[in-house]
């Protein structure tokens, strides 16, 4: 191993010991109300309703909960609105609407996935809002109306994605920037409708936005690292079309992998929260014509930081 290897892995077992111990003295929320849902991300909180009123010592065992398990899944939550969904989600930080397609009207934030209207199915492996370079750091999700079958969403851990890339290839990953834009190739996507192809041509790319992003991440809460990927990427900067493709799909490979992700089969009234910085998620596109709305309140991130300390940069910003 080399010298920046040994110390990534270091760095990375003292960030896991700390999440760790964290994650033991919390008095607010009993083990026994914290049930894993797969062996390396993802657990459900059981007995806690959520809202902005929770006193401060739950949002924070919240918080040390969603950055040890990466994601957290809370059922039952029916007495949430909006604005309630909100108020919640604010106690973790400043809230952010979509850059391109705003929020719902009369909130900070809501972005209403309904998969009967375009772009309602986000059926593409992707960390969320990535072709900005402050991306999100955590997304609230709430089901709203959730299908009879089908409509489940899978999470990838792309923390444990690095950490068990062998030597060289983590190596070659903490060498790599890529370029992420939200006017990717949408040719890629095999179930578009025409209402999608519209909704992405006239809103989602009416601002062109392209950032450069370190291809391993350094999480700033845990110091964790963590793969920077997802479908917003449309090349490594200094390579061509073919190798970057190729180099992605290995990359992109160790993160999904089923051993590294955690399904939810949502109900209505479901809370999943994920750390935006350290997971990718897939909605599962199984459902249809079935109606599926969820309503995601997306709170602020930073500008991601490099191994050797180096931020995303964004290169473009363009409007239409
Ligand atoms: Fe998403």
Same mark, same amino acid.
């Given at each position: 191993?080399? $010298? @920046?290897?040994? &110390?990534?892995?270091?760095?990375?077992?003292?960030?896991? /010991? /700390?999440?760790?111990? &964290?994650?033991?003295?919390?008095?607010?929320?009993?083990?026994?109300?914290?049930?894993? #849902?797969?062996?390396?991300?993802? /657990?459900?909180?059981?007995?806690?309703?959520? +809202?902005?009123?929770?006193?401060?010592?739950?949002?924070?065992?919240? =918080?040390?909960?969603?950055?040890?398990?990466?994601v957290v899944f809370f059922?039952? %939550?029916?007495?949430?609105?909006?604005?309630?969904?909100?108020?919640? /989600?604010?106690?973790? +930080?400043?809230?952010?609407? =979509?850059?391109?397609?705003?929020?719902?009207?009369?909130?900070?934030?809501?972005?209403?996935?309904?998969?009967?209207?375009?772009?309602?199915?986000?059926? %593409?492996?992707?960390?969320?809002?990535?072709?900005?370079?402050?991306?999100? !750091?955590?997304?609230?999700? #709430?089901?709203?109306?959730?299908?009879?079958?089908?409509?489940?969403?899978?999470?990838?851990?792309t923390v444990s994605a690095?950490?068990?890339?062998?030597?060289?290839? *983590?190596?070659?990953?903490?060498?790599?920037?890529?370029?992420?834009?939200?006017?990717?190739?949408?040719?890629?996507?095999? *179930?578009?409708?025409?209402?999608?192809?519209?909704?992405?041509?006239?809103?989602?790319?009416?601002?062109?936005?392209?950032?450069?992003?370190?291809?391993?991440?350094?999480h700033p809460e845990t110091?964790?690292?963590?793969?920077?990927?997802?479908?917003?990427? %449309? *090349?490594?900067?200094?390579?061509?079309?073919?190798? @970057?493709? !190729?180099?992605?799909?290995?990359?992109?490979?160790?993160?999904?992998?089923?051993?590294?992700?955690?399904?939810?089969?949502?109900?209505?009234?479901?809370?999943?929260?994920?750390?935006?910085?350290?997971? $990718?998620?897939?909605?599962?596109?199984?459902?249809?014509?079935? !109606?599926?709305?969820?309503?995601?309140?997306?709170?602020?991130?930073?500008?991601?930081?490099?191994?050797?300390?180096?931020?995303?940069?964004?290169?473009? !910003?363009?409007?239409?």
């Amino acid at each position: 191993m080399t $010298q @920046s290897a040994a &110390a990534a892995s270091t760095s990375s077992a003292a960030a896991h /010991a /700390a999440i760790a111990a &964290a994650a033991t003295t919390d008095f607010f929320i009993s083990e026994a109300d914290v049930v894993r #849902r797969a062996g390396r991300l993802g /657990a459900e909180i059981r007995n806690v309703a959520l +809202g902005g009123d929770l006193p401060d010592a739950a949002i924070e065992a919240i =918080h040390r909960l969603l950055l040890r398990h990466k994601v957290v899944f809370f059922r039952g %939550q029916h007495h949430l609105d909006d604005a309630e969904q909100e108020r919640f /989600a604010r106690r973790l +930080g400043d809230l952010v609407p =979509h850059p391109t397609i705003g929020a719902l009207k009369g909130t900070a934030s809501i972005l209403e996935l309904d998969a009967s209207r375009g772009g309602g199915r986000a059926d %593409q492996w992707h960390t969320d809002v990535t072709f900005v370079d402050a991306h999100p !750091k955590f997304s609230v999700l #709430r089901g709203v109306v959730i299908p009879e079958f089908g409509g489940d969403t899978v999470f990838a851990n792309t923390v444990s994605a690095y950490e068990d890339l062998p030597a060289p290839l *983590r190596q070659l990953a903490g060498s790599l920037w890529a370029v992420h834009s939200n006017a990717y190739d949408y040719a890629v996507k095999s *179930r578009a409708t025409d209402a999608d192809r519209k909704h992405f041509d006239e809103v989602f790319t009416g601002t062109v936005y392209e950032t450069e992003h370190p291809v391993v991440q350094v999480h700033p809460e845990t110091g964790e690292h963590a793969l920077l990927l997802g479908n917003f990427v %449309q *090349r490594f900067v200094g390579l061509n079309k073919g190798d @970057s493709q !190729k180099l992605f799909d290995l990359f992109q490979s160790h993160i999904t992998a089923p051993e590294n992700t955690v399904r939810w089969g949502w109900q209505a009234g479901d809370v999943v929260i994920w750390d935006n910085r350290a997971t $990718q998620h897939y909605a599962v596109n199984d459902y249809g014509n079935q !109606k599926r709305v969820v309503h995601r309140a997306t709170v602020d991130g930073d500008v991601p930081k490099s191994i050797d300390g180096q931020r995303s940069i964004l290169r473009k !910003k363009v409007a239409k």
